[in-house]
């Protein structure tokens, strides 16, 4: 039922940077964490980079150092700064929330997508 707007990307050349925000409905539930993945058409959904309820991040080993995910409590959004893009940042990147109301199931919702393109 949780519902996000997903906005940025778009095209860049290589060494440039872009800046992607994911807004989150609201604080009626529990967050357990929110991360961006990225997917290229054919291939299985990768885990870019997440940030946990408390602030902690965990970054892929790809984006390490160039990617950071931040979050906006005041504005219920999360961002994704991507610098020094390269080519095969080139993707769909979703931003995905994991939340739950209490205990038991934790539930998980996630963004549109939106076109990453790095040009070479």
């Known amino acids: 039922q949780v519902q996000f707007v997903e906005s940025g990307g778009g095209l860049v050349q290589a060494g440039g940077s872009l800046g992607l925000s994911c807004e989150a409905p609201?604080?009626?539930?529990?967050?357990?964490?929110i991360g961006w993945f990225r997917q290229v058409p054919g291939t299985q959904r990768e885990r870019v980079e997440l940030?946990?309820?408390?602030?902690?991040?965990n970054y892929a080993d790809s984006v390490k150092g160039r990617f950071t995910i931040s979050r906006d409590n005041a504005k219920n959004t999360v961002d994704l700064q991507m610098n020094s893009l390269k080519p095969e940042d080139t993707a769909v990147y979703y931003c995905?929330?994991?939340?739950?109301?209490?205990?038991?199931?934790?539930?998980?919702?996630w963004g549109q997508g939106t076109q990453v393109t790095v040009s070479s």
């Open positions: 995905n929330l994991a939340y739950s109301y209490g205990p038991g199931s934790v539930y998980s919702a």
């Open positions: 609201g604080s009626a539930f529990r967050i357990n964490a």
């Open positions: 940030i946990t309820g408390g602030g902690s991040t």
